[in-house]
């Protein structure tokens, strides 16, 4: 499986920003997809998931009634929304295939994007 992810960019705080992640390769559908955050010097951090059939979604807290995961099955996409952005959400954002929830586990990782927000 390969990721791909897009959407990043430079935005102020209580603005809004959507990740994309488009993934090729078989079986997309039986993954745990989600995303994962990064800064410098620190440890990547869980952010979202998602299994197969968009019920069983989990957040972290820091991502609790802000952001919302979705995924398309059809088209091998998964996104995330995220709205009321904070400086403290700045990092590099990171799609997985077969993230364990809760942990930066995953058998696949993608390439980063860049989020920024300003404050």
């Known amino acids: 499986v390969q990721l791909q992810a897009s959407g990043g960019g430079l935005v102020q705080a209580g603005g809004s920003l959507r990740l994309s992640c488009a993934a090729s390769g078989r079986n997309f559908n039986t993954y745990q997809m989600g995303w994962g955050r990064q800064v410098p010097g620190k440890e990547r951090e869980f952010v979202a998931s998602?299994?197969?059939?968009?019920?069983?979604?989990y957040y972290a807290d820091s991502a609790k009634g802000r952001f919302t995961i979705s995924r398309d099955n059809a088209k091998n996409t998964v996104s995330l929304q995220m709205n009321s952005l904070k400086p403290e959400d700045t990092a590099v954002y990171y799609c997985?295939?077969?993230?364990?929830?809760?942990?930066?586990?995953?058998?696949?990782w993608g390439q980063g994007t860049q989020v920024t927000v300003s404050s």
């Open positions: 997985a295939a077969g993230l364990v929830p809760f942990s930066s586990q995953a058998i696949y």
């Open positions: 998602s299994g197969w059939n968009d019920r069983n979604t």
